[in-house]
């Protein structure tokens, strides 16, 4: 089976850096995504890794650690549209890469 | 192009009745997934579609719930004498192609109310 866990909500300051930790217990690993969701919106992709190491992309980057069963997600210079929330999620699955989500980081922004 | 549609977007059900949710998923998209997401939960996966063909749907809850893609594009999702616990948001997914790596690009989904 297929188990991810990650913090239920985090606050931080506009401008500052927040990081939002993911670990996993997968058998088999075919890599980790991190999708942000607004408040009654749709997940929008935000980052696919399945290497060890950081990928950044502008104020996001994602990490991924395979030995240890570990991800972070990191936004900087935070915004308040940033206040959303993340959700980890790996793939897989027989019959094809349906997702397994965590439950989800709740982000609060504060001015 | 357009993304993922999904309708409706609210649906309030009386406890017993049938509902039908219908997703659109992006043209040429070949899976299909539909998710059940709990308020203030991740989305959980319930059934997946490769074209027309139903390849997984370990994640139906129960018998109440159907699944189709008849012609692998639309897909439409069915629940049957619905229950309270059936309330939550209805999520469907597409992607361009089986495997691992593809990105899901999700619907905003039909949020349904059992009352």
């Known amino acids: 089976g297929q188990n991810i866990d990650q913090p239920t909500e985090m606050t931080a300051t506009e401008g500052a850096i927040v990081q939002i930790n993911c670990t996993y217990q997968t058998s088999g690993f075919n890599g980790l995504f991190w999708y942000q969701q607004h408040a009654g919106e749709a997940p929008t992709f935000l980052s696919y890794?399945?290497?060890?190491g950081l990928e950044e992309k502008g104020r996001f980057s994602s990490f991924l650690s395979r030995s240890k069963g570990y991800s972070y997600l990191l936004l900087k210079e935070l915004q308040m549209k940033d206040s959303a929330s993340y959700l980890c999620?790996?793939?897989?699955?027989?019959?094809?890469?349906?997702?397994?989500f965590g439950g989800g980081t709740r982000v609060l922004v504060k001015p | 192009g357009a993304g993922v549609s999904q309708s409706p977007r609210y649906k309030v059900a009386k406890r017993g009745q049938d509902v039908a949710l219908r997703c659109d998923p992006i043209s040429g998209h070949v899976s299909l997934f539909w998710y059940q997401q709990a308020l203030g939960q991740g989305p959980e996966f319930l059934t997946y579609f490769q074209n027309e063909a139903q390849l997984d749907k370990s994640g139906l809850p129960s018998d109440r719930f159907f699944a189709e893609r008849p012609e692998g594009s639309v897909s439409t999702l069915k629940i049957q004498r619905t229950q309270q616990e059936d309330s939550a948001v209805y999520l469907c997914?597409?992607?361009?192609?089986?495997?691992?790596?593809?990105?899901?690009?999700f619907g905003p989904g039909t949020r349904l109310t059992v009352t």
């Open positions: 890794n399945v290497l060890d």
């Open positions: 999620a790996v793939p897989g699955g027989a019959a094809g890469n349906k997702l397994t």
């Open positions: 997914a597409s992607s361009l192609a089986r495997g691992d790596s593809y990105e899901q690009y």
